[in-house]
């Protein structure tokens, strides 16, 4: 008798956690995100990088980018609140981040402006655009 009281409250509790994950993550991707980079060499003395988006197994080219990139996980650089994987590519003092949001459960690719400024002016960091949105095709 305990032990069928104990599966049905395991069952009950079970449920419950799903029905709330699922209510509190619409939107959310469950999809893996991670980045690729292929340094393509110099043009003019200046390193370019072909960045692509790993969207569970399958990669997506997201552009070509002034500078080495890296992704932002584990490294000094903050994603924003909404942004749910990030690379910066960076050369001389300003780039360009690529960065995955979730906005409102639609999921975007922005690129957006990096500069580290000046004593005087500071860092800037904006501008992002969408480039890609996620569909049914990857």
Not at 9 to 35: Q, T
Not at 59 to 71: P, Q, S, V
Not at 89 to 105: D, H, K, M
Not at 126 to 134: A, H
């Amino acid at each position: 008798m305990k032990t069928a009281a104990f599966v049905f409250v395991f069952i009950v509790l079970g449920a419950g956690l799903s029905l709330w994950y699922i209510e509190n993550h619409k939107g959310m991707p469950f999809e893996s995100y991670s980045w690729n980079f292929e340094e393509l060499g110099e043009d003019s003395g200046v390193p370019r990088t072909e960045v692509a988006l790993k969207v569970g197994p399958d990669y997506h080219t997201i552009g070509t980018y002034t500078g080495t990139c890296f992704d932002m996980k584990g490294s000094s650089w903050k994603m924003d609140a909404n942004e749910i994987a990030g690379a910066v590519c960076w050369w001389a003092g300003g780039g360009q981040e690529i960065g995955v949001y979730n906005e409102n459960g639609r999921i975007l690719v922005k690129v957006g402006d990096l500069d580290e400024g000046t004593a005087e002016t500071g860092g800037f960091r904006g501008n992002f655009k969408t480039v890609r949105e996620r569909c049914s095709c990857w």
